[in-house]
C-alpha cells in the first residue's frame, strides 16, 4: 500500500501507459499525489485506462499519442500544460520490438522502426517538454536489462536499449541542473509486450538471485524514487531492477 505523497502537486506524463510497466508507473505517481498524464496509440485503451485510474482517486487525464507522431507528440506537451499549467516528471516508456531476426539479417525498415520508437522519440519528446518543465523536475527514461547484454532474440532492441543508457548520461549533463535525468532497466517482468520471453518462467526464474520474476510494481517504485525529490542528488544514473540478475557491460 502507498503511504507516500512524494508527488503533491506535480504533473507527470507517462508515455505507453495504458497497461504494463507504463500503467504501473502512472498509478504509482498517481497514488503519491501526482497529477498524470498517459497515453498510447489507441483511445479506446486510453479511455480505460483513465477510467481506471480515476477509480482508485487519482487525477488522471489521457491522450493518444504514438511518439513517432511529431503532431501527437506536441499535442500531448500542449494539452498537458493547457489543462495543468506545467510538467514536473516525464517518463519515457515507449517501444517497439517488431522483429527478433539477427541483427544483420533485420531489414532496413525495422532498424529505422526501432531506433524511431525506441530512442529517437525519446529525444524529440523531450525537445517539446523542456519548454515547459519546471525547476526541480525529472525525466526517467525506461530501459531494460537486454541493454547490457543483447540476447540473441532481442538483439536489435537490445542495441537500441544500450543506446538509452548513453542517452541518460549525455541528457542529464546537457539538462542540468534544473532537471534530473536518470533510467530504468527492468529484467523480464510478464507484461504482454514481454509474453514471448517470459512463456519459460522457470528459465527466467533462474537467473535471478531472487527466486521470482519482476512485477510491474517493482519498476514503479524504482521509477518513482528516481523522479522523486528522494533522488534530487541523483542524476545520469541507471538501476537495474532485475531480482540480482547479472546486468554489465
Known amino acids: 500500500m502507498v503511504k507516500t505523497k512524494r508527488f503533491e ?32 496509440r489507441r483511445q479506446q485503451n486510453v479511455d480505460a485506462a483513465v477510467e481506471i485510474l480515476r477509480a482508485k482517486g487519482i487525477e488522471a487525464s489521457g491522450l493518444v499519442c504514438h511518439v513517432s507522431n511529431a503532431q501527437q507528440r506536441k499535442n ?15 517518463v519515457s516508456n515507449a517501444a517497439a520490438n517488431p522483429s527478433v531476426d539477427s541483427i544483420l539479417q533485420t531489414k532496413d525498415s525495422v532498424l529505422d522502426k526501432l531506433w524511431e520508437i525506441n530512442v529517437k522519440a525519446t529525444i524529440l519528446l523531450l525537445k517539446d517538454a523542456v519548454p515547459q518543465m519546471q525547476k526541480g523536475s525529472s525525466v526517467v527514461i525506461i530501459s531494460s536489462i537486454a541493454g547490457y547484454n543483447p540476447p540473441p532474440s532481442l538483439a536489435m532492441y537490445g542495441v537500441t536499449k544500450t543506446a538509452l543508457l548513453g542517452l541518460t548520461k549525455a541528457l542529464a549533463a546537457e539538462m542540468a541542473p534544473d532537471t534530473r535525468v536518470n533510467c530504468v532497466a527492468p529484467g523480464f517482468v510478464p507484461t504482454n509486450f514481454a509474453s514471448f520471453l517470459t512463456t519459460n518462467d522457470a528459465l527466467a526464474i533462474a537467473e535471478t538471485l531472487l527466486g521470482r520474476l519482476g512485477t510491474t510494481e517493482d519498476m514503479a517504485a524504482a521509477t518513482a524514487f528516481l523522479a522523486s525529490d528522494d533522488a534530487a542528488y541523483v542524476t545520469g544514473e541507471t538501476i537495474v531492477v532485475a531480482g540480482g540478475t547479472p546486468s554489465r557491460l
Open 76 to 90: 500531448l506537451i500542449d494539452q498537458t500544460v493547457q489543462k495543468y499549467g506545467k510538467i514536473d516528471v516525464v
Open 9 to 40: 502537486g506535480k504533473v507527470a506524463i507517462v508515455t505507453a501507459s495504458t497497461q504494463g510497466i507504463g500503467f504501473a508507473i502512472a498509478e504509482r505517481l498517481g497514488l503519491e499525489g501526482a497529477s498524470v498524464v498517459i497515453s498510447s
